[in-house]
């Protein structure tokens, strides 16, 4: 079975500082689909970004980067010039390409912006 | 235009009532699912959907079932509350076979005192 391991449990960081969130998964298969998802006070999940296993380009949203190393399963979000609106958990998350589209979330990383 | 919408947003019952939980999204969306947020946050799938057969059924207790009237719509029913179901529920929604992950629903806290 696929899993999801996001080891830091809280980070912070300095408001326009720039944070990276790590996250590694484990699977078999060769192509899949890898995604961030925020969940702020309002409890609302928002998709940051995502990323096609099988695409080598890394995805980039605006300050939102993810640096995407398949064959060592690392998936990390880095969030450039951070923002006070960036602060809340924040879930890796993984789903196969084919199959029955579940998505697996690591146990998510609560990112504090500091003034 | 809410594209996932959950009602009700919060739910306090006592133990042992029967509770229900709806979901609606208007997408368009092939696929539905039902995720349950612990209190340490942790998500987990519960169910799914597709075009109103079940998908998926992960171990859940069989007081937990799950309808769905047509493809806009995924019910969650449980029956006999009790305190280890308080949680957040949410509601989501996904396109078959396009990477746009799920459409999440806003969440219903539900409290079991």
């Known amino acids: 079975a696929q899993t999801v391991t996001q080891s830091q449990p809280e980070m912070s960081v300095q408001e326009a500082e720039t944070v990276t969130l790590s996250c590694t998964y484990d699977?078999?298969?060769?192509?899949?689909?890898l995604f961030w998802y925020k969940q702020p006070p309002s409890r609302q999940m928002i998709l940051v970004i995502r990323?096609?296993?099988?695409?080598?380009q890394n995805a980039t949203e605006n300050r939102f980067s993810v640096n995407f190393q398949k064959a060592a399963k690392s998936f990390s979000l880095k969030i450039s010039d951070s923002q006070l609106g960036d602060a809340a958990m924040y879930f890796c998350a993984y789903r196969d390409l084919f199959g029955n589209e579940k998505l697996t979330f690591g146990t998510g990383t609560r990112l504090t912006i500091i003034p | 235009d809410t594209a996932v919408s959950q009602t009700p947003k919060y739910l306090v019952t006592q133990m042992g009532n029967d509770k229900s939980i709806k979901c609606e999204q208007n997408l368009g969306h092939d696929t539905m699912y039902w995720y349950k947020q612990d209190s340490k946050k942790f998500l987990k799938i519960m169910f799914s959907?597709?075009?109103?057969?079940?998908?998926i059924n992960e171990t859940v207790p069989n007081r937990f079932s799950p309808k769905s009237p047509d493809k806009a719509h995924l019910n969650l029913h449980i029956n006999s509350l009790e305190l280890g179901d308080s949680a957040v529920y949410f509601c989501?929604?996904?396109?078959?076979?396009?990477?746009?992950?799920?459409?999440f629903g806003s969440g219903t806290r539900l409290t079991v005192v």
């Open positions: 989501a929604s996904s396109q078959d076979r396009v990477n746009y992950g799920y459409t």
């Open positions: 990323q096609e296993a099988y695409k080598q």
């Open positions: 959907y597709n075009n109103k057969e079940l998908i």
């Open positions: 699977t078999s298969e060769s192509d899949y689909y």
